[in-house]
């Protein structure tokens, strides 16, 4: 199971680039991390922290369970990540990734956060050749 934001969305964003792109990246970095080390450690009640309400009632711990199986069944465990994009919407923003998994070199990664503080994450989203078999 995966929680999937519309690649529509995004076509309708604006690409934020230096000073704005940064700004971002200063509050969704720590919360990215902590998600993907939440999905290797398999800690929901920490990743649980992060989750804007929507998000949370979408993705109690069974449903996070079942997602950690199947990211450590196709993909393994995550090994870093790159920014591909960062795009605003109306009142979030994309954060794009391309994700190195233990058993996929390239998984793209969609968080999308709160724009308003505290900054939270309220999409989420993960696809590969791996994940899609």
């Known amino acids: 199971m995966a929680l999937i934001l519309s690649l529509a969305a995004c076509s309708s964003g604006t690409t ?29 009640v920490n990743l649980s922290a992060d989750l804007g309400e929507d998000l949370k009632a979408a993705m109690g711990e069974e449903a996070f369970t079942t997602l950690k199986s199947d990211l450590d069944t196709k993909v393994g465990s995550y090994q870093s990540r790159e920014v591909t994009s960062v795009i605003e919407l109306k009142e979030d923003v994309v954060v794009i990734y391309t994700a190195v998994y233990a058993n996929a070199p390239e998984v793209t990664v969609r968080l999308v956060f709160s724009l308003a503080e505290p900054h939270q994450i309220t999409g ?5 050749p791996e994940l899609r078999k």
């Open 16 to 44: 934020l680039t230096g000073d704005e792109r940064d700004a971002v990246l200063a509050y969704s970095e720590p919360l990215a991390d902590a998600l993907f080390e939440a999905f290797n450690t398999g800690n929901y």
């Open 124 to 128: 989420l989203w993960f696809d590969s």
